[in-house]
T-cell receptor, first 114, second 110 residues
């Protein structure tokens, strides 16, 4: 079965712009969670969606937002991009609770802000 | 103090060596995960465990809930095992929140 698909794989944006990243979970998975990975901070939890509802959010500013559609596909948006937003953004899907049921990661979107 | 810690931070081993990576945590957890990340970013979930021990091929993961400690062992290490190994815990109080360790970078030399 198809894995978790993230698009685009690479992205270059300018400071001040906004960006939207997409994640298609494994068929049947209803939970999608997003993570940011930077060399200095490691992997950090952004937010998690289940059945179109955001259930939990990490410690990120309001410029980071997301949503989930009825087919479980999810998007995350970052507005007013800053240089520090350059990172690998990973999404993962899970049948229900990623902490307890495990998750499958996508390959990530590498965002560079210049 | 970080909620999830790993040791060592970096590890270099000769092919064939037995490797141990440790993870300790300070929060109540629903489950603990070991992840493998290869250069390029792809992450693979290796194990999810909440008690005891699991084995998959040359990989063994153990957890001691009382001591809040887990270990990942690699037997007969191989250069293709070179990767970053990340310990992650699912929060007991917020079941959908995951806390990651800083990762252990492993390099296995032929």
């Amino acid at each position: 079965k198809a894995g978790v698909t993230q698009t685009p794989r690479y992205l270059i944006k300018t400071r001040g712009q906004q960006v939207t990243l997409s994640c298609s979970p494994i068929s049947g998975h209803r939970s999608v969670s997003w993570y940011q990975q930077t060399p200095g901070q490691g992997l950090q939890f952004l937010f998690e969606y289940f059945s179109e509802t955001q259930r939990n959010k990490g410690n990120f500013p309001g410029r980071f937002s997301g949503r989930q559609f009825s087919n479980s596909r999810s998007e995350m948006n970052v507005s007013t991009l800053e240089l520090g937003d350059s990172a690998l953004y990973l999404c993962a899907s899970s049948p229900r609770d990623p902490g307890s049921y495990g998750y499958t990661f996508g390959s990530g979107t590498r965002l560079t802000v210049v | 103090k970080n909620e999830v810690e790993q040791s060592p931070q970096n590890l270099t081993a000769q092919e064939g060596e037995f490797i141990t990576i440790n993870c300790s945590y300070s929060v109540g957890i629903s489950a603990l995960h070991w992840l493998q990340q290869h250069p390029g970013g792809g992450i693979v979930s290796l194990f999810m465990l909440s008690s005891g021990k699991k084995k998959h091929g040359r990989l063994i993961a153990t957890i001691n809930i009382q001591e809040k400690h887990s270990s990942l062992h690699i037997t007969a290490s191989h250069p293709r095992d070179s990767a970053v190994y990340i310990c992650a815990v699912g929060s007991e109080t917020s079941y959908d929140k995951v806390i990651f360790g800083p990762g252990t970078s492993l390099s296995v030399i032929p």
